[in-house]
């Protein structure tokens, strides 16, 4: 059923944006209001997993694929309990899914669990909208129809950094995931079989997805997931093998206990960070982050590794990214000769080199992974104490499985590998 040809039977949606934008199309979700920040998502598939990321809380998603919904939803492919987003708008939405796991509609799902959706947009146009205003306030409606009415409320409303949005994802109690093979005795202890080794790993919930936490237990992890605002010493006691600092929504300085806790925790215990947890240790190293144009959301975004010079298709989702120069003067014996920062880092990408920074907290800091669109960092190595970060999603909930082996690098961090990041992504292999 092509749901455009009977929108006419569904309520009047509107959706307004603070640069005085205003579109015109009908409810496919709740009805009611959302305001929140608009940014667009590229993936051709993997909706459910994009609308239950914790990371879009304070968010309302369109999509650049034209019809959404087409497979339906199951519980399997669900990245938290709950949706933290505002709000969803699309082109076209499919009410009548057809896949064999299907176990309902995405319009019921969203109306089930109160996020106002919208559909009868030109998404691609909308998104081109984004592109060149930036990533701004914006709001969606069933009630409020008059385009002046909804745009100006929507210029009166709070900024996504004005508040912690961490604190309203992360979970309220510790709780504890087996890695695959059974809890062992003694971190970094061999399995029976003489496998692969286990260790203890607490993680910092800061909207940590599902499948974050699944990759975890799959490299023979014993995970023990605790709140975003639990301190270094209260982690330490735990008596992991390592720390990792997880994915979440919003402006990182918007919690800057977070960042002290990595501060804290760097060099005591081997690190590893994605997304916000990238953006934190950057804090915690005396660097900057910045708010991107209108970020990095979508499955098909390339990255070269630096370290082995392949290109990774990755899956991202933040507006936030750190900023390298921010970090310390390069040093040039270990940057090809450069002493001057590029604000382009796909000088490195194209010279196939890795450069290395001097900070004043800790030491030599390497660039290892840069996007290939705009040139902005997506991981950072800590040369002088063991941790590294990337600012995208390796776990691939939904997405490619080309950065996997990120798991496996924090295994071998942990296990004291020196060369534990230089994994080519192809052959799977330490070069």
Same mark, same amino acid.
């Given at each position: 059923?092509?749901?455009?040809?009977? @929108?006419?039977?569904?309520?009047?949606?509107?959706?307004?944006?603070?640069?005085?934008?205003?579109?015109?199309?009908?409810?496919?979700?709740?009805?009611?209001?959302?305001?929140?920040?608009?940014?667009?998502?590229?993936?051709?598939?993997?909706?459910?997993?994009?609308?239950?990321?914790?990371?879009?809380?304070?968010?309302?998603?369109?999509?650049?694929?034209?019809?959404?919904?087409?497979?339906?939803?199951?519980?399997?492919?669900?990245?938290?309990?709950?949706?933290?987003?505002?709000?969803?708008?699309?082109?076209?939405?499919?009410?009548?899914?057809?896949?064999?796991?299907?176990?309902?509609?995405?319009?019921?799902?969203?109306?089930?669990?109160?996020?106002?959706? %919208?559909?009868?947009?030109?998404?691609? @146009?909308?998104?081109?909208?984004? *592109?060149?205003?930036?990533? %701004?306030?914006?709001?969606?409606?069933?009630?409020?129809?008059?385009?002046?009415?909804?745009?100006?409320?929507?210029?009166?409303?709070?900024?996504?950094?004005?508040?912690?949005?961490? @604190?309203?994802?992360?979970? =309220?109690?510790?709780?504890? !995931?087996?890695?695959?093979?059974?809890?062992?005795?003694?971190?970094?202890?061999?399995?029976?079989?003489?496998?692969?080794?286990?260790?203890?790993? !607490?993680? +910092?919930?800061?909207?940590?997805?599902?499948?974050?936490?699944?990759?975890?237990?799959?490299?023979?992890?014993?995970?023990?997931?605790?709140?975003?605002?639990?301190?270094?010493?209260?982690?330490?006691?735990?008596?992991?093998?390592?720390? $990792?600092?997880?994915?979440?929504?919003?402006?990182? =300085?918007?919690?800057?206990?977070?960042?002290?806790?990595?501060?804290?925790?760097?060099?005591?215990?081997?690190?590893?960070?994605?997304?916000?947890?990238?953006?934190?240790?950057?804090?915690?190293?005396?660097?900057?982050?910045?708010?991107?144009?209108?970020?990095?959301?979508?499955?098909?975004?390339?990255?070269?590794?630096? +370290?082995?010079?392949?290109?990774?298709?990755?899956?991202?989702?933040?507006?936030?990214?750190?900023?390298?120069?921010?970090?310390?003067?390069?040093?040039?014996?270990?940057?090809?000769? !450069?002493?001057?920062?590029? *604000?382009?880092?796909?000088?490195?990408?194209?010279?196939?080199?890795?450069?290395?920074?001097?900070?004043?907290?800790?030491?030599?800091?390497?660039?290892?992974?840069?996007?290939?669109?705009?040139?902005?960092?997506?991981?950072?190595?800590?040369?002088?104490?063991? @941790? $590294?970060? %990337?600012?995208?999603?390796?776990?691939?909930?939904?997405?490619?499985?080309?950065?996997?082996?990120?798991?496996?690098? $924090?295994?071998?961090?942990?296990?004291?590998?020196?060369?534990?990041?230089?994994?080519?992504?192809?052959?799977?292999?330490?070069?």
């Amino acid at each position: 059923m092509n749901l455009l040809a009977g @929108a006419d039977r569904l309520p009047k949606a509107l959706l307004a944006l603070e640069d005085g934008t205003a579109l015109e199309g009908s409810c496919c979700g709740a009805q009611g209001e959302a305001f929140g920040e608009m940014v667009f998502n590229t993936s051709m598939t993997g909706y459910q997993e994009i609308v239950s990321d914790p990371s879009y809380a304070g968010q309302i998603v369109t999509f650049t694929y034209p019809q959404i919904g087409n497979y339906g939803v199951n519980a399997h492919d669900m990245q938290a309990a709950s949706l933290a987003l505002r709000g969803v708008v699309v082109h076209d939405m499919c009410f009548t899914p057809s896949n064999w796991q299907s176990a309902g509609s995405l319009p019921d799902f969203l109306r089930e669990r109160g996020v106002v959706a %919208m559909q009868g947009v030109d998404t691609r @146009a909308l998104t081109l909208r984004i *592109r060149e205003g930036g990533a %701004m306030r914006a709001a969606l409606s069933t009630e409020d129809l008059d385009p002046q009415s909804l745009v100006a409320r929507v210029r009166e409303s709070e900024s996504i950094s004005a508040r912690n949005l961490v @604190a309203d994802v992360s979970t =309220k109690e510790r709780y504890e !995931v087996v890695g695959e093979g059974g809890p062992l005795a003694g971190g970094g202890a061999s399995s029976a079989d003489g496998g692969r080794p286990h260790v203890h790993v !607490v993680a +910092l919930d800061f909207g940590e997805k599902r499948g974050i936490v699944e990759r975890l237990a799959a490299a023979g992890c014993d995970v023990t997931v605790v709140p975003w605002d639990t301190p270094a010493a209260d982690v330490l006691a735990l008596g992991p093998d390592g720390v $990792f600092f997880s994915n979440g929504p919003g402006d990182p =300085k918007s919690v800057p206990e977070a960042a002290e806790t990595a501060r804290e925790l760097l060099g005591r215990i081997p690190i590893f960070g994605i997304c916000l947890g990238n953006q934190l240790l950057t804090l915690a190293a005396g660097g900057q982050v910045e708010k991107l144009p209108y970020g990095h959301h979508g499955g098909n975004e390339p990255v070269m590794n630096l +370290l082995t010079t392949k290109v990774e298709i990755t899956a991202q989702n933040h507006n936030y990214g750190p900023v390298f120069s921010s970090l310390g003067p390069l040093v040039p014996e270990l940057s090809g000769g !450069v002493s001057d920062h590029a *604000r382009d880092l796909r000088l490195w990408s194209s010279r196939h080199i890795a450069p290395v920074v001097r900070s004043k907290r800790f030491g030599r800091i390497r660039l290892t992974h840069v996007n290939l669109n705009d040139g902005t960092p997506e991981g950072l190595q800590f040369l002088d104490v063991p @941790a $590294f970060s %990337m600012q995208y999603h390796p776990e691939a909930k939904p997405g490619p499985n080309d950065s996997s082996y990120a798991f496996d690098a $924090f295994c071998r961090l942990m296990g004291g590998c020196k060369d534990y990041l230089a994994i080519d992504v192809r052959e799977r292999r330490a070069r």
